[in-house]
């Protein structure tokens, strides 16, 4: 699988590694097999659980029964780290290039049957966002057009993904 298809599944599904908003750490663990860096924070019962493994952020809430409240691709950091290209490719046999442009997801998206339409949530000088409501996913893309491909994405290229409970949006 590429990584623009890797994209537009998570924005047509709300779900990444068939692990979406919700889910516990448990599932969290045996769907994603990437190494990753554990931050917890906070006190009694608004401790928080972040789980970073380079591609994915996962946030969790609810402790000791961890909750997935919040799931980020952070797709730009595949820029700089061609280890972290390879172990996505490796473990989840999906081939990120460095940059990848909102056209080829939208190609890819367009493709899904079924898929929502999207909806724009705003557009600034620096990105551009787009949500899918019913899933509960906001795609930011890169809109500065001074933004070209070199140590960051240049404009057109994703930047990230966030997902939440769709009853937030």
């Known amino acids: 699988m590429t990584g623009a298809e890797f994209i537009a599944y998570a924005i047509s599904t709300g779900s990444v590694c068939g692990v979406k908003v919700g889910d516990s750490v448990e599932r969290f663990d045996g769907a994603v097999p990437l190494s990753h860096v554990d931050d917890v924070s906070g006190r009694g019962n608004s401790r928080t659980l972040r789980r970073d493994s380079g591609l994915l952020e996962a946030t969790f809430g609810g ?17 700089h780290s061609k280890n972290l290209r390879d172990e996505v490719s490796d473990k989840l046999d999906t081939r990120f290039e460095p940059f990848t442009s909102w056209a080829d997801v939208q190609f890819e998206y367009d493709r899904i049957p079924g898929s929502s339409p999207l909806d724009v949530l705003g557009e600034a000088p620096d ?43």
């Open 63 to 79: 402790s000791p029964a961890w909750s997935c409240q919040a799931l980020s691709l952070q797709i730009h950091r595949m820029v």
């Open 127 to 169: 990105y551009r966002i787009l949500q899918n409501r019913t899933v509960g996913v906001s795609v930011h893309i890169v809109n500065d057009s001074h933004a070209v491909r070199g140590d960051y994405p240049g404009i057109g290229d994703i930047w990230s993904l966030e997902m939440i409970s769709p009853r937030f949006m």
